[in-house]
Nanobody, 124 residues
Framework: QVQLVESGGGLVQAGGSLRLSCAAS????????MGWFRQAPGKEREFVAA????????YYSDSVKGRFTISRDSAKNTVYLQMNSLKPEDTAVYYC?????????????????WGQGTQVTVSS
């Protein structure tokens, strides 16, 4: 089992920044691909970013590429999502997820463990 706890969400004005954190505990953290997903009201959950177990590979959706940065600190068992130049359309609940199976990085169904989510609201 892997337990994930997100933090760092909040209310920010458009153009501002937030950094989300996801603290992991339980089974070996470093072997898991870690991802961030988000879900806005009335919309389906969507992929935001992911990072390989080693941290050497990162993946982003087109909508956040160049604005968001995913990173991980294995010593702290924590993955981060630095979000810059935030837009109102980034408003959503953001979820951290972990996977160890050889499933798609971009599909939420491929992830085995999920956090409870943290709200990000960007005002215009």
């Amino acid at each position: 089992q892997v337990q994930l706890v997100e933090s760092g969400g909040g209310l920010v004005q458009a153009g501002g920044s937030l950094r989300l954190s996801c603290a992991a505990s339980g089974r070996t953290f470093s072997s898991n691909v870690m991802g961030w997903f988000r879900q806005a009201p009335g919309k389906e959950r969507e992929f935001v970013a992911a990072i390989s177990g080693s941290g050497g590979s990162t993946y982003y959706s087109d909508s956040v590429k160049g604005r968001f940065t995913i990173s991980r600190d294995s010593a702290k068992n924590t993955v981060y999502l630095q979000m810059n130049s935030l837009k109102p359309e980034d408003t959503a609940v953001y979820y951290c997820a972990a996977k160890s199976r050889a499933t798609s990085i971009y599909a939420g169904r491929g992830y085995d463990y999920w956090g409870q989510g943290t709200q990000v609201t960007v005002s215009s």
